[in-house]
Nanobody, 122 residues
Framework: QLQLVESGGGLVQPGGSLRLSCAAS????????IGWFRQAPGNEREGLSC????????YYADSVKGRFTVSRDNAKNIVYLQMNSLKPEDTAVYYC???????????????WGQGSQVTVSS
C-alpha cells in the first residue's frame, strides 16, 4: 500500500544535469520527510538530502551542497531531486525514502523507493 516509485535516472556527461522523481502512493508526502540516499558498489549507503514536512526545511550533505536541490510538489504527491554539475563520483544507485515528519541523516526511514541508476561518464 505504501510505495515510492523513482524515475529520471540515466547516463549523463560530467557537468550535466538530471532530475530524479519520487512519486508516492498510499500516503501523502506533505506529512512525511523525504530523504535522498545513494549507494555505489562496495560502498555504504549515504544520505544526500532531505526535505521536512514541518516547514519544508531542507538539508544537504557537503558532497552535494550547491549542486543538488530537493523540492516537493504536494499537489502531484512527488518529490524531486535536481542534480546539476554532475561528477563521475556521483555515479551510484539513488534512493528516495520516507519517514514521518522529520529528517534524519541515518537510515531510519520506513518506506524506500526501488532505486534509480545514475551514471556520470564521458
Amino acid at each position: 500500500q505504501l510505495q515510492l516509485v523513482e524515475s529520471g535516472g540515466g547516463l549523463v556527461q560530467p557537468g550535466g544535469s538530471l532530475r530524479l522523481s519520487c512519486a508516492a502512493s498510499g500516503f501523502t508526502v506533505g506529512y512525511y520527510a523525504i530523504g535522498w540516499f545513494r549507494q555505489a558498489p562496495g560502498n555504504e549507503r549515504e544520505g544526500l538530502s532531505c526535505i521536512s514536512s514541518s516547514d519544508d526545511t531542507t538539508y544537504y550533505a557537503d558532497s552535494v551542497k550547491g549542486r543538488f536541490t530537493v523540492s516537493r510538489d504536494n499537489a502531484k504527491n512527488i518529490v524531486y531531486l535536481q542534480m546539476n554539475s554532475l561528477k563521475p563520483e556521483d555515479t551510484a544507485v539513488y534512493y528516495c525514502a520516507a519517514r514521518f515528519r522529520y529528517c534524519t541523516p541515518r537510515l531510519d526511514y520506513g518506506v524506500w523507493g526501488q532505486g534509480s541508476q545514475v551514471t556520470v561518464s564521458s
